[in-house]
Protein backbone atom coordinates (compact mmCIF):
# COMPACT_ATOMS: atom_id res chain seq x y z
CA UNK A 1 0.00 0.00 0.00
CA UNK A 2 2.54 2.41 0.78
CA UNK A 3 4.54 1.53 -2.85
CA UNK A 4 1.16 2.54 -4.16
CA UNK A 5 0.42 5.67 -2.65
CA UNK A 6 4.66 6.99 -3.59
CA UNK A 7 3.97 5.82 -6.88
CA UNK A 8 0.64 7.71 -7.44
CA UNK A 9 2.23 10.43 -5.05
CA UNK A 10 5.07 11.16 -7.39
CA UNK A 11 2.92 11.01 -10.41
CA UNK A 12 0.41 13.52 -8.57
CA UNK A 13 3.14 15.88 -8.17
CA UNK A 14 4.66 15.39 -11.92
CA UNK A 15 1.23 16.21 -13.01
CA UNK A 16 1.42 19.26 -10.87
CA UNK A 17 4.75 20.32 -12.02
CA UNK A 18 4.28 20.18 -15.35
CA UNK A 19 1.35 22.24 -15.21
CA UNK A 20 2.54 25.04 -12.95
CA UNK A 21 6.57 25.39 -13.21
CA UNK A 22 6.93 29.11 -14.72
CA UNK A 23 3.43 29.11 -15.20
CA UNK A 24 3.31 32.93 -15.57
CA UNK A 25 6.26 32.89 -18.07
CA UNK A 26 5.33 29.93 -20.40
CA UNK A 27 3.48 30.84 -22.79
CA UNK A 28 5.38 34.16 -23.03
CA UNK A 29 2.23 36.67 -22.61
CA UNK A 30 -1.36 36.24 -22.01
CA UNK A 31 -3.49 36.46 -25.29
CA UNK A 32 -6.31 38.43 -25.00
CA UNK A 33 -8.84 35.99 -24.18
CA UNK A 34 -7.03 35.44 -20.68
CA UNK A 35 -6.39 38.68 -19.80
CA UNK A 36 -10.58 39.88 -19.96
CA UNK A 37 -10.95 36.41 -17.71
CA UNK A 38 -8.39 38.31 -15.73
CA UNK A 39 -9.28 42.08 -15.53
CA UNK A 40 -13.05 40.74 -15.54
CA UNK A 41 -11.93 38.85 -12.43
CA UNK A 42 -10.36 41.48 -10.84
CA UNK A 43 -13.20 43.68 -11.84
CA UNK A 44 -15.63 41.35 -9.83
CA UNK A 45 -13.88 41.24 -7.32
CA UNK A 46 -13.15 44.97 -6.17
CA UNK A 47 -16.74 45.99 -7.52
CA UNK A 48 -18.96 43.21 -8.46
CA UNK A 49 -19.77 43.79 -11.77
CA UNK A 50 -17.54 43.40 -14.90
CA UNK A 51 -16.02 45.83 -17.29
CA UNK A 52 -19.14 47.08 -18.22
CA UNK A 53 -20.71 47.29 -15.11
CA UNK A 54 -22.85 44.10 -15.47
CA UNK A 55 -23.48 43.58 -11.63
CA UNK A 56 -22.95 39.48 -11.25
CA UNK A 57 -23.29 38.17 -15.04
CA UNK A 58 -24.11 35.25 -15.74
CA UNK A 59 -22.16 35.75 -19.18
CA UNK A 60 -19.26 37.80 -20.18
CA UNK A 61 -19.87 40.36 -22.52
CA UNK A 62 -15.39 40.80 -22.72
CA UNK A 63 -15.16 41.35 -27.21
CA UNK A 64 -18.77 40.26 -28.11
CA UNK A 65 -18.43 36.81 -27.62
CA UNK A 66 -19.88 36.87 -24.07
CA UNK A 67 -17.89 33.98 -21.90
CA UNK A 68 -19.34 31.60 -19.67
CA UNK A 69 -19.11 32.51 -16.33
CA UNK A 70 -17.08 30.33 -14.19
CA UNK A 71 -14.14 30.55 -14.87
CA UNK A 72 -13.63 34.39 -14.18
CA UNK A 73 -15.55 34.02 -10.95
CA UNK A 74 -13.00 31.43 -9.89
CA UNK A 75 -10.27 33.66 -11.19
CA UNK A 76 -11.50 36.07 -8.26
CA UNK A 77 -9.92 33.73 -5.72
CA UNK A 78 -5.88 33.62 -7.09
CA UNK A 79 -5.99 37.38 -7.74
CA UNK A 80 -7.20 38.44 -4.46
CA UNK A 81 -4.48 36.25 -3.26
CA UNK A 82 -1.80 36.94 -5.75
CA UNK A 83 -2.67 40.29 -7.28
CA UNK A 84 -3.75 40.66 -11.01
CA UNK A 85 -0.67 38.70 -12.91
CA UNK A 86 -0.53 36.47 -15.77
CA UNK A 87 0.07 33.49 -12.52
CA UNK A 88 -3.14 34.29 -10.87
CA UNK A 89 -5.00 34.40 -14.33
CA UNK A 90 -4.17 31.18 -15.29
CA UNK A 91 -3.81 29.29 -11.76
CA UNK A 92 -7.32 28.12 -11.91
CA UNK A 93 -6.57 26.49 -15.10
CA UNK A 94 -3.56 24.98 -13.63
CA UNK A 95 -5.44 24.26 -10.84
CA UNK A 96 -8.19 21.92 -12.07
CA UNK A 97 -5.99 20.39 -14.86
CA UNK A 98 -4.20 18.83 -12.23
CA UNK A 99 -6.60 18.12 -10.47
CA UNK A 100 -8.19 16.14 -13.75
CA UNK A 101 -5.37 14.06 -13.77
CA UNK A 102 -6.36 13.16 -9.73
CA UNK A 103 -10.03 12.24 -10.26
CA UNK A 104 -8.82 10.54 -14.32
CA UNK A 105 -7.03 7.94 -11.34
CA UNK A 106 -10.36 7.47 -9.92
CA UNK A 107 -12.16 7.50 -13.00
CA UNK A 108 -10.38 4.36 -14.58
CA UNK A 109 -10.33 2.77 -11.53
CA UNK A 110 -14.71 2.87 -11.41
CA UNK A 111 -14.62 2.45 -15.37
CA UNK A 112 -12.75 -1.08 -15.39
CA UNK A 113 -12.63 -2.31 -12.03
CA UNK A 114 -10.48 -5.78 -10.70
CA UNK A 115 -7.69 -4.53 -13.24
CA UNK A 116 -3.80 -4.22 -11.40
CA UNK A 117 -2.70 -1.18 -9.64
CA UNK A 118 -0.36 -0.50 -12.40
CA UNK A 119 -2.20 -0.20 -15.21
CA UNK A 120 -4.16 2.28 -13.91
CA UNK A 121 -1.08 4.02 -12.37
CA UNK A 122 -0.33 3.80 -16.06
CA UNK A 123 -3.10 5.59 -17.36
CA UNK A 124 -2.63 8.17 -14.73
CA UNK A 125 1.00 8.55 -15.97
CA UNK A 126 0.27 8.95 -19.53
CA UNK A 127 -2.90 11.74 -18.81
CA UNK A 128 -0.15 13.44 -15.92
CA UNK A 129 2.37 13.80 -19.40
CA UNK A 130 -0.31 14.69 -22.36
CA UNK A 131 1.04 17.07 -24.53
CA UNK A 132 -2.66 18.02 -25.19
CA UNK A 133 -3.84 18.41 -21.25
CA UNK A 134 -0.52 20.01 -20.40
CA UNK A 135 -0.81 22.94 -23.62
CA UNK A 136 -4.42 24.25 -21.98
CA UNK A 137 -3.86 23.42 -18.30
CA UNK A 138 -1.36 26.17 -18.59
CA UNK A 139 -3.27 28.74 -20.15
CA UNK A 140 -6.44 30.23 -18.89
CA UNK A 141 -8.31 28.48 -21.76
CA UNK A 142 -12.08 27.83 -19.82
CA UNK A 143 -12.13 24.61 -22.30
CA UNK A 144 -9.82 23.16 -19.34
CA UNK A 145 -12.26 23.89 -16.79
CA UNK A 146 -15.03 21.40 -18.08
CA UNK A 147 -12.69 18.73 -18.64
CA UNK A 148 -12.49 18.24 -14.73
CA UNK A 149 -16.08 18.85 -14.25
CA UNK A 150 -17.15 16.37 -17.18
CA UNK A 151 -14.37 13.46 -15.65
CA UNK A 152 -16.61 14.33 -12.39
CA UNK A 153 -19.41 13.46 -13.65
CA UNK A 154 -18.51 10.67 -15.38
CA UNK A 155 -16.72 9.42 -12.29
CA UNK A 156 -20.24 9.75 -10.06
CA UNK A 157 -22.40 8.21 -12.92
CA UNK A 158 -20.91 5.44 -12.35
CA UNK A 159 -20.43 5.57 -8.84
CA UNK A 160 -24.40 5.63 -8.70
CA UNK A 161 -25.00 2.18 -9.79
CA UNK A 162 -24.49 1.44 -6.21
CA UNK A 163 -25.09 4.90 -4.59
CA UNK A 164 -27.72 6.58 -5.49
CA UNK A 165 -27.00 9.85 -4.23
CA UNK A 166 -23.89 10.37 -6.74
CA UNK A 167 -26.80 9.99 -9.34
CA UNK A 168 -27.58 13.95 -7.99
CA UNK A 169 -23.79 14.72 -8.24
CA UNK A 170 -23.07 13.33 -11.06
CA UNK A 171 -25.70 16.18 -12.75
CA UNK A 172 -24.37 18.57 -11.02
CA UNK A 173 -21.08 18.05 -12.20
CA UNK A 174 -22.28 17.73 -15.61
CA UNK A 175 -24.18 21.10 -15.06
CA UNK A 176 -20.88 22.81 -13.69
CA UNK A 177 -19.38 22.47 -16.74
CA UNK A 178 -21.72 23.62 -19.31
CA UNK A 179 -21.33 26.89 -17.15
CA UNK A 180 -17.62 26.41 -18.14
CA UNK A 181 -17.54 26.41 -21.58
CA UNK A 182 -19.44 26.38 -24.85
CA UNK A 183 -18.99 23.11 -26.58
CA UNK A 184 -20.19 21.11 -23.68
CA UNK A 185 -23.79 22.47 -24.37
CA UNK A 186 -23.81 20.36 -27.58
CA UNK A 187 -21.61 17.26 -26.60
CA UNK A 188 -23.67 16.52 -22.78
CA UNK A 189 -26.44 16.65 -23.24
CA UNK A 190 -25.51 14.30 -26.34
CA UNK A 191 -23.41 12.37 -24.23
CA UNK A 192 -26.11 12.03 -21.36
CA UNK A 193 -28.84 10.56 -23.48
CA UNK A 194 -26.55 8.21 -24.67
CA UNK A 195 -25.64 7.15 -20.99
CA UNK A 196 -29.19 7.14 -19.82
CA UNK A 197 -30.00 4.92 -22.59
CA UNK A 198 -26.94 2.19 -22.38
CA UNK A 199 -27.11 2.00 -18.13
CA UNK A 200 -31.14 2.12 -18.43
CA UNK A 201 -31.60 -0.92 -16.68
CA UNK A 202 -29.13 -0.57 -14.22
CA UNK A 203 -29.89 2.36 -12.41
CA UNK A 204 -30.70 1.18 -9.10
CA UNK A 205 -32.65 4.47 -8.41
CA UNK A 206 -36.36 5.32 -7.90
CA UNK A 207 -37.98 7.03 -11.05
CA UNK A 208 -38.91 9.47 -8.29
CA UNK A 209 -35.55 10.34 -7.42
CA UNK A 210 -34.60 9.98 -10.83
CA UNK A 211 -36.94 12.66 -11.85
CA UNK A 212 -36.32 14.72 -8.54
CA UNK A 213 -32.29 14.20 -10.34
CA UNK A 214 -33.14 15.95 -13.61
CA UNK A 215 -35.18 18.37 -12.08
CA UNK A 216 -32.54 19.87 -10.31
CA UNK A 217 -29.86 19.76 -13.20
CA UNK A 218 -32.39 21.59 -15.56
CA UNK A 219 -33.79 23.93 -13.32
CA UNK A 220 -29.29 24.64 -12.99
CA UNK A 221 -28.88 24.93 -16.40
CA UNK A 222 -31.94 27.06 -17.34
CA UNK A 223 -29.99 30.47 -17.20
CA UNK A 224 -28.07 28.97 -20.32
CA UNK A 225 -31.33 28.79 -22.23
CA UNK A 226 -32.57 32.62 -20.72
CA UNK A 227 -29.63 35.15 -20.00
CA UNK A 228 -27.09 32.98 -21.35
CA UNK A 229 -29.06 31.95 -24.39
CA UNK A 230 -27.70 35.17 -25.89
CA UNK A 231 -24.35 34.59 -24.97
CA UNK A 232 -24.17 31.07 -26.69
CA UNK A 233 -26.26 32.42 -29.71
CA UNK A 234 -23.31 35.07 -29.71
CA UNK A 235 -20.78 32.87 -30.19
CA UNK A 236 -22.19 30.29 -32.15
CA UNK A 237 -23.10 32.49 -34.31
CA UNK A 238 -19.57 33.63 -35.03
CA UNK A 239 -17.78 30.18 -35.09
CA UNK A 240 -20.72 28.11 -37.03
CA UNK A 241 -20.12 27.14 -40.51
CA UNK A 242 -23.98 27.60 -40.78
CA UNK A 243 -23.57 31.24 -40.83
CA UNK A 244 -20.53 30.47 -43.22
CA UNK A 245 -21.49 32.17 -47.06
CA UNK A 246 -18.74 31.05 -48.31
CA UNK A 247 -19.58 27.32 -47.77
CA UNK A 248 -22.67 27.76 -50.11
CA UNK A 249 -21.67 30.06 -52.56
CA UNK A 250 -20.45 26.92 -55.32
CA UNK A 251 -23.80 25.63 -54.82
CA UNK A 252 -25.78 28.13 -55.33
CA UNK A 253 -24.16 28.05 -58.61
CA UNK A 254 -24.69 23.97 -59.13
CA UNK A 255 -28.16 24.85 -57.99
CA UNK A 256 -28.68 27.75 -60.60
CA UNK A 257 -26.93 25.42 -63.40
CA UNK A 258 -29.56 22.57 -62.28
CA UNK A 259 -32.67 24.72 -63.02
CA UNK A 260 -31.51 25.69 -66.47
CA UNK A 261 -31.05 22.00 -67.08
CA UNK A 262 -34.09 20.72 -65.41
CA UNK A 263 -32.01 18.47 -63.23
CA UNK A 264 -34.06 17.76 -60.24
CA UNK A 265 -31.63 15.01 -58.59
CA UNK A 266 -28.74 17.01 -59.31
CA UNK A 267 -30.44 20.26 -57.44
CA UNK A 268 -31.58 18.12 -54.75
CA UNK A 269 -27.56 17.24 -54.57
CA UNK A 270 -26.70 20.75 -54.18
CA UNK A 271 -29.15 21.67 -51.71
CA UNK A 272 -27.58 23.50 -48.65
CA UNK A 273 -28.57 20.99 -46.00
CA UNK A 274 -26.49 18.49 -48.26
CA UNK A 275 -23.74 20.44 -48.33
CA UNK A 276 -23.67 21.38 -44.67
CA UNK A 277 -24.07 17.86 -43.75
CA UNK A 278 -20.92 17.21 -45.94
CA UNK A 279 -19.19 20.11 -44.28
CA UNK A 280 -19.83 18.60 -40.46
CA UNK A 281 -19.21 14.96 -41.66
CA UNK A 282 -15.97 16.38 -43.36
CA UNK A 283 -14.97 18.41 -39.78
CA UNK A 284 -16.00 15.84 -37.61
CA UNK A 285 -13.57 13.12 -39.39
CA UNK A 286 -10.82 15.93 -39.10
CA UNK A 287 -10.55 15.16 -35.38
CA UNK A 288 -8.76 11.88 -36.24
CA UNK A 289 -6.35 13.18 -38.81
CA UNK A 290 -3.29 11.91 -38.12
CA UNK A 291 -1.53 14.68 -39.09
CA UNK A 292 -3.94 16.61 -35.94
CA UNK A 293 -3.43 14.07 -33.51
CA UNK A 294 0.62 13.02 -34.17
CA UNK A 295 2.48 15.74 -36.32
CA UNK A 296 1.31 19.17 -36.65
CA UNK A 297 -1.51 19.52 -34.71
CA UNK A 298 -4.21 21.76 -35.13
CA UNK A 299 -4.38 25.91 -37.40
CA UNK A 300 -3.68 27.84 -34.50
CA UNK A 301 -0.07 27.49 -32.99
CA UNK A 302 -1.25 28.47 -29.37
CA UNK A 303 -2.85 25.25 -29.26
CA UNK A 304 0.09 22.84 -29.55
CA UNK A 305 3.92 23.09 -29.09
CA UNK A 306 6.42 24.00 -32.19
CA UNK A 307 6.67 20.95 -34.25
CA UNK A 308 4.47 18.12 -32.24
CA UNK A 309 1.04 17.27 -32.76
CA UNK A 310 -1.60 17.06 -29.72
CA UNK A 311 -0.38 13.55 -29.12
CA UNK A 312 3.32 11.94 -28.63
CA UNK A 313 4.13 10.00 -32.18
CA UNK A 314 4.99 6.92 -30.74
CA UNK A 315 1.84 6.63 -28.79
CA UNK A 316 0.14 5.99 -32.04
CA UNK A 317 0.65 2.63 -32.60
CA UNK A 318 -0.71 2.09 -29.08
CA UNK A 319 -3.98 3.91 -29.68
CA UNK A 320 -4.71 1.51 -32.59
CA UNK A 321 -4.09 -1.24 -30.57
CA UNK A 322 -6.23 -0.01 -28.00
CA UNK A 323 -8.71 0.29 -30.05
CA UNK A 324 -8.51 -2.61 -31.38
CA UNK A 325 -8.57 -4.56 -27.92
CA UNK A 326 -11.91 -2.46 -26.36
CA UNK A 327 -13.60 -3.23 -29.97
CA UNK A 328 -13.32 -6.92 -28.65
CA UNK A 329 -15.05 -6.19 -25.69
CA UNK A 330 -17.30 -3.55 -26.48
CA UNK A 331 -20.19 -5.99 -27.46
CA UNK A 332 -20.53 -7.38 -23.46
CA UNK A 333 -19.41 -4.11 -21.45
CA UNK A 334 -21.33 -1.90 -20.52
CA UNK A 335 -18.29 0.93 -19.37
CA UNK A 336 -16.84 0.23 -22.78
CA UNK A 337 -20.10 0.86 -24.83
CA UNK A 338 -19.71 4.07 -22.40
CA UNK A 339 -15.96 4.98 -23.60
CA UNK A 340 -16.82 4.97 -27.16
CA UNK A 341 -19.97 6.82 -26.85
CA UNK A 342 -17.79 9.42 -25.30
CA UNK A 343 -14.68 9.02 -27.93
CA UNK A 344 -17.56 9.44 -30.50
CA UNK A 345 -19.37 12.53 -29.33
CA UNK A 346 -16.48 14.47 -27.91
CA UNK A 347 -15.47 16.27 -31.86
CA UNK A 348 -19.23 16.85 -32.33
CA UNK A 349 -19.30 20.49 -30.88
CA UNK A 350 -16.13 20.77 -32.93
CA UNK A 351 -17.60 19.18 -36.15
CA UNK A 352 -20.31 22.24 -36.97
CA UNK A 353 -17.59 24.98 -36.51
CA UNK A 354 -15.68 27.02 -39.62
CA UNK A 355 -12.12 25.74 -37.79
CA UNK A 356 -11.50 21.86 -37.92
CA UNK A 357 -9.72 20.26 -36.53
CA UNK A 358 -9.93 22.40 -32.95
CA UNK A 359 -8.06 21.23 -30.24
CA UNK A 360 -9.88 23.22 -27.85
CA UNK A 361 -13.21 22.46 -28.37
CA UNK A 362 -12.66 18.88 -28.61
CA UNK A 363 -10.69 18.50 -25.72
CA UNK A 364 -12.76 16.39 -23.96
CA UNK A 365 -11.11 14.05 -26.30
CA UNK A 366 -7.60 13.83 -24.27
CA UNK A 367 -8.94 10.50 -21.57
CA UNK A 368 -10.15 8.95 -23.89
CA UNK A 369 -7.18 8.67 -26.52
CA UNK A 370 -4.74 7.82 -23.16
CA UNK A 371 -7.40 5.01 -22.10
CA UNK A 372 -7.25 3.97 -25.44
CA UNK A 373 -3.25 4.02 -25.71
CA UNK A 374 -3.01 2.46 -22.11
CA UNK A 375 -4.46 -0.68 -22.98
CA UNK A 376 -2.66 -0.61 -26.25
CA UNK A 377 0.47 -1.22 -24.18
CA UNK A 378 -0.68 -3.51 -21.99
CA UNK A 379 -1.71 -5.39 -24.88
CA UNK A 380 2.09 -5.26 -26.46
CA UNK A 381 3.54 -5.96 -23.18
CA UNK A 382 1.37 -9.16 -22.61
CA UNK A 383 2.12 -10.72 -25.45
CA UNK A 384 5.58 -9.29 -26.01
CA UNK A 385 6.21 -11.26 -22.22
CA UNK A 386 5.16 -14.38 -24.24
CA UNK A 387 8.62 -13.96 -26.39
CA UNK A 388 11.25 -14.60 -24.22
CA UNK A 389 13.87 -13.85 -26.69
CA UNK A 390 12.32 -10.91 -27.84
CA UNK A 391 11.34 -9.38 -24.78
CA UNK A 392 14.39 -8.20 -23.37
CA UNK A 393 15.43 -6.55 -26.25
CA UNK A 394 11.71 -4.46 -27.20
CA UNK A 395 10.85 -3.44 -24.18
CA UNK A 396 14.08 -1.15 -23.56
CA UNK A 397 13.92 0.09 -26.96
CA UNK A 398 10.06 0.57 -26.96
CA UNK A 399 11.30 2.48 -23.30
CA UNK A 400 14.19 4.50 -24.90
CA UNK A 401 11.71 5.92 -27.68
CA UNK A 402 9.54 6.81 -25.33
CA UNK A 403 11.84 8.87 -23.35
CA UNK A 404 13.03 10.18 -26.49
CA UNK A 405 9.77 11.37 -27.86
CA UNK A 406 8.76 12.73 -23.99
CA UNK A 407 12.20 14.62 -24.14
CA UNK A 408 11.75 16.49 -27.50
CA UNK A 409 8.31 17.52 -26.64
CA UNK A 410 9.68 19.04 -23.22
CA UNK A 411 12.35 20.75 -25.10
CA UNK A 412 10.30 22.14 -28.29
CA UNK A 413 7.96 23.17 -25.55
CA UNK A 414 10.29 25.27 -23.06
CA UNK A 415 12.78 26.35 -25.27
CA UNK A 416 11.85 26.41 -28.93
CA UNK A 417 7.81 27.25 -28.85
CA UNK A 418 8.37 30.57 -26.85
CA UNK A 419 9.99 31.89 -29.49
CA UNK A 420 8.84 30.45 -32.54
CA UNK A 421 5.26 31.54 -31.42
CA UNK A 422 5.69 34.25 -29.36
CA UNK A 423 3.58 36.69 -31.52
CA UNK A 424 0.40 34.07 -31.34
CA UNK A 425 0.39 35.20 -27.80
CA UNK A 426 0.15 38.78 -28.72
CA UNK A 427 3.47 38.99 -26.61
CA UNK A 428 4.88 42.99 -26.34
CA UNK A 429 1.45 44.79 -24.70
CA UNK A 430 3.43 44.31 -21.03
CA UNK A 431 6.35 45.93 -22.54
CA UNK A 432 4.74 48.23 -24.01
CA UNK A 433 2.29 49.13 -21.34
CA UNK A 434 5.28 49.79 -19.13
CA UNK A 435 6.88 52.51 -21.56
CA UNK A 436 3.86 54.17 -22.50
CA UNK A 437 3.09 54.77 -18.83
CA UNK A 438 6.37 56.43 -18.29
CA UNK A 439 6.29 58.27 -20.85
CA UNK A 440 1.65 59.45 -21.40
CA UNK A 441 2.21 62.27 -18.77
CA UNK A 442 3.82 64.21 -21.29
CA UNK A 443 1.49 63.83 -24.28
CA UNK A 444 -2.29 65.05 -24.19
CA UNK A 445 -3.41 61.81 -26.25
CA UNK A 446 -2.02 58.29 -26.54
CA UNK A 447 -3.53 56.26 -30.35
CA UNK A 448 -2.77 53.16 -30.29
CA UNK A 449 -3.29 50.75 -33.24
CA UNK A 450 -6.16 47.64 -33.16
CA UNK A 451 -4.31 45.77 -35.88
CA UNK A 452 -2.66 43.76 -33.12
CA UNK A 453 -5.48 42.08 -31.45
CA UNK A 454 -8.13 43.64 -28.83
CA UNK A 455 -5.24 45.90 -27.46
CA UNK A 456 -6.81 47.78 -24.61
CA UNK A 457 -7.51 45.13 -22.34
CA UNK A 458 -3.77 44.74 -21.75
CA UNK A 459 -3.91 48.63 -20.61
CA UNK A 460 -7.01 47.69 -18.66
CA UNK A 461 -4.67 44.45 -17.35
CA UNK A 462 -1.13 45.68 -17.45
CA UNK A 463 -1.81 49.10 -15.83
CA UNK A 464 -4.45 47.71 -13.34
CA UNK A 465 -6.88 50.44 -14.55
CA UNK A 466 -9.69 51.44 -11.59
CA UNK A 467 -12.73 48.75 -12.62
CA UNK A 468 -15.13 51.57 -10.95
CA UNK A 469 -13.59 54.22 -12.92
CA UNK A 470 -13.31 52.47 -15.92
CA UNK A 471 -16.91 51.12 -15.40
CA UNK A 472 -18.26 55.12 -15.29
CA UNK A 473 -15.91 56.44 -18.19
CA UNK A 474 -16.55 53.85 -20.66
CA UNK A 475 -19.53 54.42 -23.13
CA UNK A 476 -21.44 52.19 -25.79
CA UNK A 477 -21.10 54.60 -28.77
CA UNK A 478 -16.94 54.66 -28.36
CA UNK A 479 -16.93 50.61 -28.92
CA UNK A 480 -17.08 49.05 -32.10
CA UNK A 481 -15.32 46.16 -33.70
CA UNK A 482 -12.30 47.79 -33.98
CA UNK A 483 -12.59 51.45 -31.62
CA UNK A 484 -12.25 51.78 -27.82
CA UNK A 485 -11.59 54.89 -25.73
CA UNK A 486 -11.07 56.16 -22.25
CA UNK A 487 -8.65 58.42 -20.68
CA UNK A 488 -6.70 60.23 -22.85
CA UNK A 489 -6.21 56.52 -24.96
CA UNK A 490 -7.02 56.03 -27.95
CA UNK A 491 -7.59 52.21 -29.51
CA UNK A 492 -8.63 51.95 -33.50
CA UNK A 493 -6.57 51.34 -36.75
CA UNK A 494 -4.22 53.98 -37.58
CA UNK A 495 -4.13 55.74 -41.18
CA UNK A 496 -0.87 57.53 -41.12
CA UNK A 497 -1.48 59.68 -44.17
CA UNK A 498 -3.67 61.47 -41.82
CA UNK A 499 -2.54 61.13 -38.51
CA UNK A 500 1.28 61.66 -39.11
CA UNK A 501 -0.73 65.43 -38.51
CA UNK A 502 -1.28 65.06 -34.68
CA UNK A 503 0.67 67.08 -32.47
CA UNK A 504 1.80 65.92 -29.19
CA UNK A 505 0.21 62.29 -29.38
CA UNK A 506 2.40 59.14 -28.26
CA UNK A 507 1.21 56.83 -31.33
CA UNK A 508 1.90 53.10 -30.58
CA UNK A 509 2.08 51.23 -34.25
CA UNK A 510 3.07 47.70 -35.96
CA UNK A 511 5.31 47.04 -38.30
CA UNK A 512 4.90 46.28 -42.22
CA UNK A 513 1.47 47.54 -42.70
CA UNK A 514 0.47 50.47 -45.89
CA UNK A 515 -1.19 52.16 -43.19
CA UNK A 516 0.81 52.32 -40.36
CA UNK A 517 4.17 54.07 -39.34
CA UNK A 518 6.45 53.31 -42.08
CA UNK A 519 9.74 51.72 -40.65
CA UNK A 520 12.07 54.63 -41.15
CA UNK A 521 10.03 57.54 -39.22
CA UNK A 522 11.03 60.16 -36.97
CA UNK A 523 10.03 60.13 -33.23
CA UNK A 524 10.51 56.73 -32.73
CA UNK A 525 11.25 56.52 -28.85
CA UNK A 526 10.99 52.82 -28.39
CA UNK A 527 11.14 49.52 -30.34
CA UNK A 528 9.69 46.18 -28.70
CA UNK A 529 10.61 42.88 -30.33
CA UNK A 530 9.37 39.18 -30.45
CA UNK A 531 11.35 36.51 -28.67
CA UNK A 532 12.58 35.89 -32.38
CA UNK A 533 13.76 38.91 -32.96
CA UNK A 534 11.44 40.70 -34.98
CA UNK A 535 9.67 44.01 -34.48
CA UNK A 536 6.39 43.61 -32.64
CA UNK A 537 5.42 47.20 -31.91
CA UNK A 538 6.51 50.89 -32.00
CA UNK A 539 6.36 54.07 -29.57
CA UNK A 540 6.27 56.77 -31.89
CA UNK A 541 5.80 60.47 -30.49
CA UNK A 542 4.57 62.96 -32.41
Known amino acids: ?108 RKLFPGQAFWRYALFTFLFALSPWHIQFSRVAFEANLSVFFFLTGVYFFLGSRTQKHF ?23 LFLVGLFIL ?23 SPIFTDIGKSTSARFGSVTILNDNELLKSSIGKQEEDRVNNDVLGSLMHNRRIVYAKAMLGGYLDHFNFDFLFLTGDAAFRHHAFGMGMLYLWEFPFLVFGVLVL ?65 PLAVPALFFFFLLNIYYYLHMYWVHTPVEY ?49 QQNWKEETIGRFTRKFGKYEFRNLDWREDRNEKNVLFVSIPNHPDEIPDDTDGIVHTVYFLNGKVAMRIVAR
Open 1 to 108: MIRKIFILGCIFFLAYFLRFWELGGNPPSLDWDEASLGYNAYSILTTGRDEYGSFMPLSFRSFGDYKPPLYTYLTVFPVWLFGLNEFSTRFISAFFGSLSVVIGYLLI
Open 167 to 189: FLASLLSFATSLYAYHSPRLMIP
Open 199 to 221: FRNQMRISWRWFISAVAIFLLLI
Open 327 to 391: LGKLRHNQNVQLLFLWFLVSPISSSITKATPHAVRSLLFIPTHEIFITFGIVWVLTKLAWKKNIF
Open 422 to 470: SQEWQYGYKQVVQEVTKLEQNFKKIIVTYRYDQPYIYFLFYKKVDPFWY
